[in-house]
């Protein structure tokens, strides 16, 4: 349903722009690209498998688990989505009392989620925000990264395609200050025309520029209408949610399955992204190694882009520039040259924009 309906916005809005054949170029303010300007350098592991998230069910003893996890570089993005699949199969189940492991997006949605259902809910992690992954994201709304194509079932897809719509709509919700959430324009830039529409999830309002329209000279252009998340806003809102629910937080690593059976709680929902990767021994959960430099705000900036492996999104809290994506790579320091080649790029972008 997801792919069909985007699919056809996609289709009404795309060719309005080309077939009118407006020739004014579009304008973008450029952003102030500079060492200066970095306040500063966050790095992340993103939680990745090839075959892609996985939700379901395993007995554990005299437990249950339901996991959600393995989000690559869309945990933010399908978070309230997999989380509804992942309450779903909690729910076939009797019991009404839950451990969710993982206090980032995934473990605040799944918790939120089961509160709103009537379930009484702890989450136990070893790191809160803002010491989680979810808090290095980027926070665009947009299932990239998130498996590899290839590897993809028609199982998954259904599952999927029901998350990510479930996400989509879930965060309209929530758009707002409180929660840090906002429409933004995006642009997606290439130096090929695109074929087709582009991705499903880039059809809101959307519309393609040739090189000469493109705000970008000598690229096409693809611009179209998604959400950002501010981490920053959004995790803290969340814990609060769930402490105003009545659920309860608890900081508590475990080092192996047999801490778990320590417990109270019947049933297990796990939300602990690369943290499963020992935990549940699943060795192809992978880290996809990611490098942000924060620029100072820049309030006037007003749309997003990406192009070629980088990427811009402004927040109120700085405007963030992307990007990495290094695999298997479990390093947390920051990559002075790789943040050089960075800015660089973002240079470029910028100076062509005037
Ligand atoms: C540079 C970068 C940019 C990104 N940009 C975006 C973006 O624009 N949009 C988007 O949707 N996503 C983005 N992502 C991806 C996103 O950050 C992740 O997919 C997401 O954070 C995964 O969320 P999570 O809740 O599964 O994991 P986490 O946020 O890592 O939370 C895991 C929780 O489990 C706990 N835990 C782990 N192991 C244990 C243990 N053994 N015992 C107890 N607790 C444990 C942790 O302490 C933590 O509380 C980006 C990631 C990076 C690195």
């Known amino acids: ?90 729910w076939q189940g009797e019991e009404r009392e839950f451990a969710v492991l993982g206090c980032g997006a995934v473990g605040l949605a799944t918790a939120r989620l089961l509160q709103r259902r009537g379930g009484k809910v702890t989450i136990y992690a070893k790191e809160l925000p803002p010491a989680t992954t979810s808090n290095i994201a980027g926070g665009q709304w947009g299932p990239a ?97 769930v402490l105003l629910y009545g659920g309860r937080i608890e900081v508590r690593e475990f080092a192996d399955l047999a801490a778990l059976s320590d417990l109270p709680e019947p049933v297990l929902i796990n939300c602990t992204g690369l943290g499963s990767r020992e935990l549940f021994d699943d060795p192809e959960l992978i880290p996809i190694r990611g490098q942000l430099s924060i620029l100072l705000p820049q309030p006037e900036i007003d749309y997003a882009y990406l192009s070629g492996g980088l990427y811009m999104f402004p927040r109120k809290d700085g405007i963030v520039l992307g990007g990495t994506y290094d695999k298997r790579d479990f390093s947390l320091e920051p990559d002075l040259e790789a943040e050089r080649r960075i800015l660089l790029g973002h240079q470029e972008i910028a100076r062509a924009l005037v």
């Open 145 to 241: 990264s998130l498996s590899d194509p290839s590897r993809r079932t028609a199982a998954w897809n259904a599952q999927y395609e029901r998350a990510a719509a479930f996400a989509w709509r879930a965060y309209q919700d929530l758009v707002g200050e409180e929660y840090g959430v906002s429409w933004l324009d995006n642009y997606r830039f290439h130096r090929q025309a695109a074929p087709g529409a582009g991705n499903d999830w880039e059809a809101q309002d959307a519309a393609s520029f040739g090189p000469a329209q493109s705000p970008l000279p000598g690229y096409y252009a693809r611009r179209f209408t998604t959400m950002m998340i501010q981490p920053s806003v959004y995790l803290p809102r969340m814990m609060q949610d």
């Open 1 to 90: 349903m997801f792919t069909r309906r985007r699919f056809l916005q996609a289709s009404l809005a795309v060719p309005l722009v080309t077939r009118l054949g407006w020739s004014s170029r579009q304008r973008l303010l450029p952003v102030q690209v500079s060492l200066e300007r970095v306040t500063r350098r966050l790095v992340g592991l993103r939680p990745y498998r090839p075959s892609g998230f996985v939700v379901r069910a395993q007995a554990l003893d005299d437990k249950t688990v339901i996991h959600n996890y393995g989000h690559g570089g869309a945990g933010i993005t399908m978070s309230w989505g997999t989380a509804q699949l992942a309450v779903e199969l909690a």
